[in-house]
């Protein structure tokens, strides 16, 4: 993606929202400041949920194959708009996420972006 066109922010945080669930929450700051901010609370078994104010998907989907990953489908009126996963480095500091995107009449499209904790 262009520089350009690059967010100029996003945050994500992760937390553990009792049962057996997570929440997640993204706050997305885009050139020259428009701002998206969405949130869920999903089991991780894979059981679809809504997303609150997203601009990218109406539903997701989560499931934790391993303690420092995290697999996320994302829908958007039925259709599947984006795998994630998550990966947390040893470090515990830095974060991997992988994006699966299908391609427009054309071939998948995968990107890897690169995320460091703040606290």
Do not use: C
Not at 22 to 29: H, T, W, Y
Not at 77 to 85: A, Y
Not at 90 to 107: A, I, R
């Amino acid at each position: 993606m262009p520089p350009q066109q690059r967010p100029d922010s996003v945050k994500f945080t992760f937390a553990d929202a009792g049962e057996s669930k997570l929440s997640v929450r993204v706050d997305i700051v885009y050139t020259p400041g428009n701002e998206a901010h969405s949130a869920s609370v999903a089991t991780l078994d894979g059981v679809a949920v809504s997303i609150k104010d997203s601009p990218e998907a109406d539903t997701a989907s989560f499931k934790r194959p391993a303690p420092n990953v995290l697999v996320m489908a994302l829908q958007k009126e039925g259709v599947l708009v984006s795998t994630r996963v998550y990966a947390v480095l040893p470090d515990e500091q830095h974060l991997v996420e992988t994006t699966v995107y299908p391609g427009n009449d054309g071939p998948l499209v995968m990107k890897t972006s690169y995320f460091t904790r703040i606290r």
